[in-house]
């Protein structure tokens, strides 16, 4: 079993950066998947990225192609999302989640464990 942390998040104008954190602790970390998903006020949790153990593997939401960056140090025990050029529709709780498989899913019910999840808000 592994606990998620997310950290980071807060309030930034249109066309700002944040970088998420998410710390992990139980289980050996590099065994797990990592992914982030977001959900926005009245609407579906979505995916927004992933990454395979090893790092080797990443795979993002349409929406934020380009823009958000994530990545891991399995050293540290912890998985980022850099974010840039934010929009306001970016707004939202952002989940840090895990999956002790290889593949990098955009699936959310693949993903075990969850994060409490951490608000990014982008005003105008």
């Known amino acids: 079993q592994v606990q998620l942390v997310e950290s980071g998040g807060g309030l930034v104008q249109a066309g700002g950066s944040l970088r998420l954190s998410c710390a992990a602790s139980g289980r050996a970390f590099s065994t797990y998947t990592m992914g982030w998903f977001r959900q926005g006020s009245g609407k579906e949790r979505e995916f927004v990225a992933a990454i395979r153990r090893s790092g080797g593997s990443i795979s993002y939401a349409d929406s934020v192609e380009g823009r958000f960056t994530i990545s891991r140090d399995n050293a540290r025990n912890t998985v980022y999302l850099q974010m840039h050029s934010l929009k306001v529709e970016d707004t939202a709780v952002y989940y840090c989640?895990?999956?002790?498989?290889?593949?990098?899913?955009?699936?959310?019910?693949?993903?075990?464990?969850w994060g409490p999840g951490i608000q990014v808000t982008v005003s105008l």
């Open positions: 989640a895990a999956r002790p498989y290889r593949a990098a899913t955009t699936d959310l019910r693949d993903y075990d464990y």
